[in-house]
């Protein structure tokens, strides 16, 4: 019998046996050269806490305030495509988990059920957009995502040309899409990335047009340069969310962490930045509260839990709000809002 999961990487290990190797891989890895992705958990390791003992926490708890939400805890589930890949519960799996633990759900565009299956478990559901190939296509999708009862959008504007290696199974799709239309032709003087892909890459004019069209919380996921961040915020967008996509994009850019760093004392105080990539445990979580992370949200440990489906899932996100609540008390921190500036260290 198997050894029952007790932490995060116990997860992690068992995913990677139960997984086929493909899959595994699809969700593992970060662009070829994987230097990203290593590095945004490589750089929690450099930020150590100074715990403070006798401190009186009782009555301590881990409710946020966000964009007139309530959420019991800092945590969040981000968007993952195609969940169907890892359980056959999938998207429902995870909300469920989601709904257990009182954990709001980023519904992925990819979703590999639909988005009405999903909210219809209760589960406190945003939304994340991927650009469409027209305006008029992106909007059909976002009013889709209103209509079954997101409460925030999230508009990932890092990842406009796909590299995924994966041939997707018979049976899983991006079910809430309409078919795309055919790419435009080329001939061999031009290029397919900047006369075909690009072609229907979102641009700043689509985001303000965006912005224009829906009264929900708007969030970017995405942005790694301080005047784009600064561009969104001016374009109207209630956050952004800090995040290179687990380094699945773009190899060599700084990790996640060091942005928070760069962006935090730039920003208006009042614009909340959501973070993720390569949280692995509560104290990371912390760590990034700690540096001016309004919120976390976490990608592949999630998988992990949901490949031993919605209980796997749910242990999963309550190990996480226990790390953190330990981390806190030990901290001397009774709320999340005392987290931001307290002992840590570079
Ligand atoms: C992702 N991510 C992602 N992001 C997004 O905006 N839309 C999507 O559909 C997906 N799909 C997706 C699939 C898989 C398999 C992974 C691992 C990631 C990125 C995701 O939301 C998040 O940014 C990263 O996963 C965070 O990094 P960690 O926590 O995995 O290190």
Partial sequence: M?????????????????LAPDIWQYLD??????????????????????????????????????????????????????QGL?????????AMAALAQQTPYIMSSLASQPLSDITATGAHCWFQLYWQSSREASL????????VGATAIVFTVDAPIKQSSLTLPHDISAVN??????????????????????????????LAWLRSQT???????????IEDAQRAIDTGCDGLIISNHGGRVIDGTPSSLEVLQRFRPQLSPS?????????????????????????VLIGRPIIWGLVQGPLGLAHVLRLL??????????????????ISGCAIRL
């Fill in 2 to 18: 198997q050894a029952p999961c007790t932490s995060l990487a116990d997860y992690a290990e068992q995913a990677r046996k139960i």
């Fill in 29 to 82: 890895s970060g662009t070829a050269g994987n230097r990203t992705r290593y590095q945004n958990e490589y750089a929690f390791d450099n930020i150590h806490l100074t715990p403070r003992p006798l401190a009186d926490v009782r009555g301590g708890h881990t409710r946020i305030d966000l964009f007139g939400q309530t959420l019991t805890h800092p945590f969040m589930i981000a968007p993952i495509a195609y």
């Fill in 86 to 94: 890892f359980h056959p519960m999938g998207e429902v799996g995870v």
């Fill in 140 to 147: 059909r999708l976002l009013r889709k995502a209103e209509q």
């Fill in 177 to 206: 899409l309409e078919p795309t239309p055919p790419l435009t032709k080329i001939d061999a003087t031009q290029s397919a990335v900047f006369d075909q892909w690009m072609t229907l890459a979102p641009r700043w004019e689509d």
């Fill in 215 to 225: 009264q929900l919380p708007l969030l970017v996921k995405g942005l790694q340069h």
């Fill in 271 to 295: 614009i909340p930045l959501l973070f993720d990539s390569g949280i692995r445990s509560g104290s990371d979580a912390f760590k990034a509260i700690a540096l001016g992370a309004s919120a």
């Fill in 321 to 338: 709000r226990d790390e953190l609540e330990m981390t806190m008390a030990l901290m001397g921190c009774a709320s999340i809002a005392s």
